[in-house]
């Protein structure tokens, strides 16, 4: 039997007592977005052991909660360049929903937006909060990372390839060629076996696009270091000799490429030589490399989440490099790039697209318009221009990091001119120096959560131990707003298992089906089947990969 916040009760000793013996929680590592199952055991509230094997990241959890930095008390003060004044955690709830309420009433809704950072677990929560509360202006930091990749996977191959970075990490015994570009996974996926990811770069011949000298790239067959900035370049450079040389999977273009006659006059222009000299890669290396890959069928792309896309013509650079798969017929089939496809898939409860609608283009809608559409929420790097022209007036955020904006210095000058600004994080960070109302974050081993995970692992994920202090769940905070601003009717009442039985019912299960003691459970998740786009083509308006992106033209 679990508590309310859920920790074992027989953990939980009278007034007084001594605990009689240690606790073993099943928890999950928060430390990436893998969430991998782990296992806690403690006394009271010290931690004994995380049993994460080969991963170093899950001890930083234990670094994290214990930091001396760590600020674990709610304060508020009227202005940023004033002293900080520590106080309870409902009365800086109470001073949050305060403000935000002030705003809403002179200005409207739509002056306050709902950030985001890298916490992922409360944001269908937070987008919910921000729409119930009037504003569409709800954003995360996808809008620098993942986002872009998501919506140049979808127009360019197809929704159902929107996700091609997690697959594209997946690691196939069919494989012969793996193209290794913009990722580390040896050293940022760890640990890299168990996630299914690149063993070494001895199993098959490999080549690795980086501008750094990592392990991997030292591994590799090929190693192609370009310029920053001109991934796009090379992959058309690389496209280049695949037609030269007559590599292509004729076939296949012939039946399922738009645009391509115009792609091929476009990447005449570039050839090895004039690759070489955009690129700084060697002539003769970036050859070798494209008839490597062209060659050894099935090959396979592995990509990052946002490496390739950080430059004014990032999107377009992503777009280059996921086009090269469908010349050469990788794409679904075993060995290559194929889709996620059946996934185990939780329900929603961010709100319908009706709703969403009927509230205003969120930030971004003019300047970025396919973002807004594809990715459905706000494009995040337009806040600094909303706080400057005074449509956002006041800001809410999680976990939100000014230093992931580029001129992060902009951003940082105008914060301060806002009428009102939270944040909730676990340290005193460049956010937190401009922000009146600061909330103290619970860890990940001292808040509850629901992780479902593509693959089929459904987990509840009770709190390991106490949070310190006044700290508490991002979700939890969602939800102590809420009730703050007159909306619990909208968040279940306050009751947060309540939502996780919404979020199960499409897989349809409900969260007393879950284990009580945080173990997995496994629901079977059936395999796509292989070329599935024999029957009903690509995902894109055209039915065929849009070598000549239709979205992009009608877009402008």
């Excluded at 292509?248 to 030589?273: M, S």
Aim: aromatic share 8%; proline share 6%; with cysteine.
């Amino acid at each position: 039997m679990y508590g309310e916040n859920g920790q074992g009760l027989e953990s939980q000793p009278a007034a007084g007592a001594t605990a009689v013996s240690n606790k073993t929680t099943h928890s999950t590592c928060y430390m990436c977005t893998e969430d991998c199952p782990i296992t806690v055991v403690s006394d009271g509230d010290d931690i004994l052991s995380i049993q994460h094997p080969d991963c170093l990241r899950a001890e930083g959890m234990l670094e994290q909660r214990t930091s001396p930095l760590r600020w674990v008390d709610a304060r508020i003060r009227s202005r940023p360049q004033d002293p900080w004044k520590d106080v309870s955690r409902g009365k800086a709830v109470s001073e949050a929903a305060r403000s935000l309420l002030e705003v809403r009433e002179r200005h409207g809704p739509q002056a306050v937006a709902f950030v985001a950072g890298f916490t992922k677990e409360a944001r269908p929560y937070l987008q919910r909060l921000a729409h119930r509360f009037g504003s569409p202006h709800y954003m995360t930091e996808s809008s620098c990372c993942f986002g872009s990749c998501f919506v140049a996977a979808g127009v360019t191959l197809g929704k159902e390839y929107a996700y091609f970075l997690g697959p594209s990490r997946t690691r196939y015994s069919a494989t012969k060629c793996r193209l290794v570009w913009s990722t580390n996974p040896t050293e940022s996926r760890l640990p890299y076996e168990r996630h299914h990811l690149i063993k070494d770069a001895s199993a098959v011949p490999t080549i690795v696009v980086d501008p750094r000298r990592t392990p991997l790239a030292e591994a590799a067959e090929i190693h192609l270091q370009p310029r920053p900035g001109t991934d796009g370049a090379l992959a058309l450079g690389i496209a280049h000799v695949i037609f030269e040389d007559g590599l292509e999977d004729g076939e296949f273009l012939r039946r399922y490429a738009h645009g391509l006659d115009d792609y091929r006059r476009y990447v005449n222009g570039f050839t090895p030589n004039e690759t070489a000299r955009i690129t700084g890669i060697p002539a003769e290396r970036m050859v070798a490399a494209a008839k490597l890959y062209a060659t050894s069928r099935p090959a396979q792309i592995s990509i990052s989440a946002c490496s390739t896309t950080h430059h004014s013509n990032g999107f377009q650079n992503h777009r280059a490099i996921l086009l090269l798969s469908a010349i050469c017929g990788n794409l679904d089939v075993e060995g290559g790039n194929r889709p996620w496809g059946h996934r185990v898939r939780e329900t929603s409860v961010d709100l319908s697209a009706e709703d969403v609608a009927a509230l205003g283009p969120p930030l971004g809608a003019k300047n970025h318009p396919l973002f807004v559409e594809h990715y459905g929420e706000g494009q995040g790097m337009n806040l600094t221009e909303a706080i400057e022209s005074g449509e956002v007036k006041a800001v809410f955020s999680i976990g939100m990091n000014v230093m992931m904006w580029p001129n992060s210095g902009r951003l940082r000058r105008v914060l301060g001119s806002l009428e009102f600004f939270s944040v909730c994080d676990f340290f005193q960070t460049p956010a937190a120096d401009l922000a009146t109302v600061f909330l103290p974050a619970a860890t990940h081993l001292e808040r509850e959560a629901l992780i479902v995970a593509g693959s089929g692992r459904v987990q509840y994920r009770p709190a390991a131990v106490t949070p310190r202090g006044d700290a508490r769940g991002d979700t939890e905070l969602v939800f102590e707003m809420a009730g703050e601003l007159g909306m619990e009717g909208h968040f279940w009442d306050g009751d947060l298992r309540a939502s996780f039985d919404d979020r199960l019912a499409g897989i349809g299960l409900s969260f007393g089906d879950l284990p009580g003691t945080g173990s997995p459970l496994k629901v079977d998740v059936a395999e796509p089947r292989e070329r599935g786009y024999l029957g009903n083509g690509f995902g894109t308006p055209t039915g065929k990969i849009e070598f000549v992106s239709t979205i992009l033209e009608d877009a402008g």
